[in-house]
Nanobody, 132 residues
Framework: EVQLQASGGGSVQVGGSLRLSCAAS????????IGWFRQAPDKEREGVSC????????????YYRESVKGRFAMSTDVADNTVTLQMNNLQPEDTAVYYC?????????????????????WGQGTQVTVSS
């Protein structure tokens, strides 16, 4: 059974950092795309970042939405089955509930935004609040 559990949210001031973790179980990382999504109050959920260890094309094996490029970095620890999202220089617009999610590469073998609708497994959200 695929399970994901996110943690690490909190409250920081503008410019601060947080590190989100997603503990995964029930699947092999190289068989799935792993993504981070977020949803702010009264807004639709949006993709933040994604990584696909199975895809050898650098242009589609990872993704960061434009507003977080250079500030957020996603990494995987295959040995620990953990996905992390390091978030630096946080801004008020980053305030949201963050979710980690996974989709089998059978259904989505890259990290382009066209695959967002295929993510089938979701962890519970973790709140990130950035205050000015």
């Amino acid at each position: 059974e695929v399970q994901l559990q996110a943690s690490g949210g909190g409250s920081v001031q503008v410019g601060g950092s947080l590190r989100l973790s997603c503990a995964a179980s029930g699947f092999r990382f190289d068989d799935y795309s792993i993504g981070w999504f977020r949803q702010a109050p009264d807004k639709e959920r949006e993709g933040v970042s994604c990584i696909n260890l199975n895809n050898r094309r650098s242009d589609v094996s990872s993704y960061y939405r434009e507003s977080v490029k250079g500030r957020f970095a996603m990494s995987t620890d295959v040995a620990d089955n953990t996905v992390t999202l390091q978030m630096n220089n946080l801004q008020p617009e980053d305030t949201a509930v963050y979710y980690c999610a996974a989709v089998s590469t059978i259904f989505a073998d890259d990290c382009t935004p066209t695959t967002w609708g295929h993510f089938a497994y979701w962890g519970q959200g973790t709140q990130v609040t950035v205050s000015s």
